[in-house]
């Protein structure tokens, strides 16, 4: 079974059509959950780490939330140029610190 | 912006032979990995190295794969006798300590 579920498996947005990415995980407790952008034959870009629940990071139009069992990242008034899969990974405590990968949401804004 | 480096960026090679992936990790950082990615699935983790030595390792990590860190700057994964199934992007990460893992670009290896 999944530790990490990410939806929608795909979305497809207007230019300047705000929506949400979502990404649930199972895990018993969470240490770390981290977002990544991953262009097509490419290597994931690093994009935020959430630690604990109620904390937001922003960068740009992309603003990622996490709460107790899920996470979300929130895309305000997209362009064509976020088009990307979107990943999730998530470490729990107790000594490994390799985190384990959703298998994405692939975005497509058209202009 | 420091960034981690692969080469080469594709390699096709025969059923069989031997294939070193090259990467140069980001020079602070002391953890090295490496991930692998088969077409449309997820990033799988493969190995991990820190001082000189593997720390982690995951089931697909068998006898036919090593790691190696030749010098102050390489970081390699070394496939002795591919297969079929070893088909895939394969990605280093390094990271200056325990959390936030930076990748690069990816080889992709294709075995015919």
């Known amino acids: 079974e999944d530790q990490v579920t990410q939806s929608p498996e795909a979305l497809r947005l207007q230019e300047g059509e705000s929506s949400s990415l979502n990404c649930s995980y199972t895990?018993?407790?969470?240490?770390?959950l981290f977002w990544y952008r991953q262009d097509p034959g490419k290597g994931p870009e690093f994009l935020f780490t959430l630690y604990s629940a109620g904390e937001e990071k922003e960068k740009e139009r992309l603003k990622a939330t996490l709460t107790k069992k899920e996470s979300f990242l929130h895309i305000t008034a997209p362009k064509p140029e976020d088009s990307a899969t979107y990943l999730c990974?998530?470490?729990?405590?107790?000594?490994?610190?390799?985190?384990?990968f959703g298998r994405g949401t692939s975005l497509i804004v058209h202009p | 912006e420091p960034e981690v480096t692969q080469t080469p960026s594709h390699q096709v090679t025969q059923m069989g032979q031997e294939v070193i992936l090259r990467c140069v990790p980001i020079s602070n950082h002391l953890y090295f990995y490496w991930y692998r990615q088969i077409l449309g699935q997820k990033v799988e983790f493969l190995v991990s190295f820190y001082n000189n030595e593997i720390s982690e390792k995951s089931e697909i990590f068998d006898d036919q794969f090593s790691v190696e860190r030749p010098d102050g700057s390489n970081f390699t994964l070394k496939i002795r006798s591919t297969k079929l199934e070893d088909s895939a992007m394969y990605f280093c990460a390094s990271s200056e300590a325990l959390e936030t893992q930076y990748f690069g670009p990816g080889t992709r290896l294709l075995v015919l």
């Open positions: 895990v018993s407790g969470l240490r770390g």
């Open positions: 990974a998530v470490t729990v405590p107790g000594g490994s610190y390799i985190p384990t």
